[in-house]
């Protein structure tokens, strides 16, 4: 990671791109440019940047493919622009994992308040970038690693992320609201099971323990509780 906050500028309008390059760097911050979903993993490989600002819509692979695929590999803050003002484009970019979302066109100082937000927020979360040894359970969010019984597991990033919650707050309860905020970046809201779903692929991944009981249980009206030994 760069000592100075760098930001990984995505859209496929030169122009654009050049302008915010220069408006960003005015405020102290260095930028990578792409022009392209490709070109953006290409920069991906050699840096990680504090943020992305990706554009929705490109060509070849749009934002939201982009983001799909980013999501599956790391947890980089992403700020998702967009010149469509639909309510469902918005709410399917934050559902897939962006951090925030602002139209086009959209005033620079709002743009600025909104990068700033996201990092104070990366910033708060960095005390949570020690690992976890639960001795069965070892969790590596630098490399967003979890080893169960020394045998690396295969999560999703949502998966990844409520087990690393929940292994945090280890024996007590966590609410679905909380797991939903952390791990969806998003409320939750009445009829909404998402939550449950993920808690049940995550719990199948676990196996059951020593005395048949799921290692997270159901605590009914309240939440989640993992149990360990």
Known sequence: MLTQQTLLLVDDDTSFLLMLKEYIEQEGYQTLLASSAHMALEQLQRLEPDLIILDYMMPTMNGL???????????????????????????????????????????????????????????????????????????????????????????????????????????????????????LRRPLVLYDRSIDVHVGHLRAKLGLAPDGAPYIRTIRGRGYQLLIG
Not at 141 to 152: I, K, N, S
Request: contains cysteine; glycine residues 2%; proline residues 3%.
């Open 65 to 183: 493919e982009l983001l799909t695929l980013l999501r599956q590999q790391n947890t980089i803050p992403i700020l998702m622009l967009t010149a469509r003002d639909d309510d469902q484009d918005r709410i399917k970019g934050l559902e897939m994992g962006a951090d925030d979302y602002l139209c086009k066109p959209f005033n620079s100082r709002e743009l600025l308040a909104r990068i700033k937000a996201i990092l104070r927020r990366t910033e708060r979360s960095t005390a949570f970038i020690r690992h976890i040894d639960l001795k069965i359970l070892k969790i590596f969010p630098e490399r967003t690693q979890v080893f169960w019984h020394e045998q690396e597991l295969d999560l999703t990033h949502t998966e990844y992320k409520l087990l690393e919650l929940l292994a945090r707050q280890i024996g007590f309860i966590v609410s679905k609201q909380e797991l939903s905020i952390y791990a």
